[in-house]
T-cell receptor, first 113, second 114 residues
């Protein structure tokens, strides 16, 4: 079945450091890919998405490119801030039927001042 | 516009007891989903309602779990009797269109079974 694998955390960075959180997926067909973020005390919210190969999703300085050849959707940010501390979830929605979104295990990010 | 709300935020019960979690989706969202996250692992799909009908309940772990959505508005998820392995965070999400992909989540209900 469809699945998402993302790097284990926690990831601890200093402010203004470069961030990469790796995500790879297994899916039939052509899924849509997502990154969700959960800030402390809040529910998950959509950060960015890409619906087809080579699309780049971006929001709040974060970017991720849909790479079909490597089945990856890595999340990047050039300069993190303390306010980016959160749990980040990679997810996919299959195109081959069914409407459920499949999530990875989440990666907790701590950014130090 | 109010977001997805869940109640209670945290419930602590003993093994064998019953717990009912409630979710109020965003008004007008026909699609409602339940998910569960156990011990920091992946968020696992439980089921999907379209209005009051169960579209997909393939993720429900066993018959101790019962989900309902009366009148296509709020939903409840009952666990009876609760077991230790049911502990985790139960998330509810809603969507106005399953095809566009974006889910709107509540803050989750943390269930601790002792």
């Amino acid at each position: 079945g469809d699945s998402v694998t993302q790097m284990e955390g926690p990831v601890t960075l200093s402010e203004e450091a470069f961030l990469t959180i790796n995500c790879t997926y297994t899916a039939t067909g052509y899924p849509s890919l997502f990154w969700y973020v959960q800030y402390p005390g809040e529910g998950l919210q959509l950060l960015l998405k890409a619906t087809k190969a080579d699309d780049k999703g971006s929001n709040k300085g974060f970017e991720a490119t849909y790479r079909k050849e490597t089945t990856s959707f890595h999340l990047e940010k050039g300069s993190v801030q303390v306010s980016d501390s959160a749990v980040y979830f990679c997810a996919l929605k299959s195109s081959t039927g069914g409407f459920k979104t499949i999530f990875g295990a989440g990666t907790r990010l701590f950014v130090k001042a | 516009e109010a977001g997805v709300t869940q109640f209670p935020s945290h419930s602590v019960i003993e093994k064998g007891q019953t717990v009912t979690l409630r979710c109020d989706p965003i008004s007008g969202h026909d699609n409602l989903y339940w998910y569960r996250r156990v011990m920091g692992k992946e968020i696992k799909f439980l089921l999907h309602f379209v209005k009051e009908s169960k579209q997909d309940e393939s993720g429900m772990p066993n018959n101790r779990f019962l989900a309902e959505r009366t009148g296509g508005t709020y939903s409840t998820l009952k666990v009876q009797p609760a077991e230790l392995e049911d502990s985790g965070v139960y998330f509810c999400a809603s969507s106005d269109s399953p095809r566009t992909g974006e889910l709107f989540f509540g803050e989750g209900s943390r269930l601790t079974v002792l």
